[in-house]
């Protein structure tokens, strides 16, 4: 594969939350936790961030680095077995739905960026972390970085919903981003770790309760956020 230069810079643009690819309509179940009553302060902030990039976060940084690995080697050919092995980790159907939303998103925002043959593979509605993975590779960047990416969109876009569903400080948010930043490193490695190996053998730590709380979230006539 041809690679762009960029390396670190790619990787921010990646990760930059301004790109037009629909994750700020979407709080990561952090809207639905505290309908529930179950996030009430920042530390219920930090302790649902802490929990939602150790399964959710992991899951989906694993598959990004996957993603990421195949398509730097330009075998694309069991992106449709990363896809059902990714459903197969997400028993909520509004999840599913949701992560296909927001990778027919980024896939379109990252043709129009920087157009690459890859994206013509993916289908018509690829879960997020494959399309992650893939937009890395495009981008001349390896498996850990597609994993941090996809990890940073996980977090700050949850973090991001906290300041419009609960009285909090803005600068608190942020420092419970600051103090997650090894936590995400560790992740991102373990993520690249896993992704040379079988599609079957990727992390898959469950968090159950979020993926009620997506089904009883759809359900809501009044939200902020679609997810």
Do not use: W
């Not at 979407?26 to 929990?51: C, K, Q, W, Y």
Request: neutral net charge; glycine residues 10%.
């Amino acid at each position: 594969m041809a690679r762009a230069a960029g390396g670190s810079a790619a990787l921010l643009l990646l990760a930059d939350g301004r790109l037009p690819a629909g994750g700020y309509a979407h709080s990561g179940g952090l809207e639905p936790a505290v309908t529930a009553g179950r996030i009430t302060d920042m530390a219920g902030v930090e302790r649902f961030l802490i929990g939602r990039a150790e399964t959710a976060g992991l899951t989906a940084a694993a598959f990004a680095a996957a993603a990421c690995s195949r398509a730097a080697r330009d075998d694309l050919s069991d992106l449709s077995g990363l896809e059902a092995e990714l459903d197969a980790r997400i028993p909520s159907p509004e999840l599913r739905t949701v992560s296909r939303n927001l990778g027919r998103q980024l896939r379109r925002a990252m043709a129009g960026i920087h157009p690459h043959p890859h994206y013509a593979t993916l289908g018509a509605a690829p879960h997020q972390p494959i399309v992650m993975g893939v937009a890395a590779a495009v981008l001349g960047l390896g498996p850990r970085d597609a994993a941090l990416a996809i990890l940073h969109e996980t977090n700050s876009g949850a973090a991001a919903a906290a300041a419009k569903v609960l009285r909090v400080d803005p600068f608190e948010v942020h420092a419970i981003l600051a103090r997650m930043a090894d936590r995400l490193d560790r992740l991102a490695g373990e993520a690249a770790a896993a992704a040379a190996g079988p599609a079957c053998d990727l992390p898959a730590p469950a968090s159950p309760l979020a993926d009620i709380a997506a089904e009883h979230h759809r359900r809501t006539h009044v939200r902020l956020f679609a997810s």
